[in-house]
């Protein structure tokens, strides 16, 4: 991913065959799915998302993602794993993406359960 031509993050997500055939999302160029992205054309088919789960942890890069995000030398980085499902439970894409540490901040806001 590119902003004002510089690379902001690497992801790339998985999906079932089934649920993506004769898509956009199955054109690897950038922006191809549209509009309202991957989950836009799920959600057309009848699978739209309705919750995620998250894991992020620090890591150091890989040489490769030190070139491919320009990441000066010691700068960590976050993975984040993203598992994404319909109100009915099917998991729709799993998606795994490398974020400069620097350039990104999350922000969770939950209820407490009793």
Do not use: C, N
């Not at 004769?22 to 799920?42: E, H, K, N, V």
């Not at 109100?87 to 922000?107: C, D, M």
């Amino acid at each position: 991913m590119f902003r004002d031509g510089k690379p902001t993050h690497l992801v790339t997500s998985y999906y079932r065959r089934e649920d993506v055939e004769g898509t956009a999302i199955i054109d690897s160029r950038p922006g191809m799915a549209g509009s309202g992205g991957s989950f836009a054309i799920l959600a057309e088919r009848g699978l739209a998302p309705d919750e995620m789960t998250e894991e992020l942890f620090a890591r150091m890069p890989t040489v490769e993602e030190m070139v491919s995000l320009d990441l000066p030398p010691g700068e960590p980085v976050v993975e984040q794993w993203r598992t994404t499902r319909t109100a009915e439970g099917r998991v729709i894409e799993y998606a795994k993406g490398v974020h400069p540490a620097s350039r990104f901040v999350w922000s969770y806001t939950f209820k407490i359960p009793d």
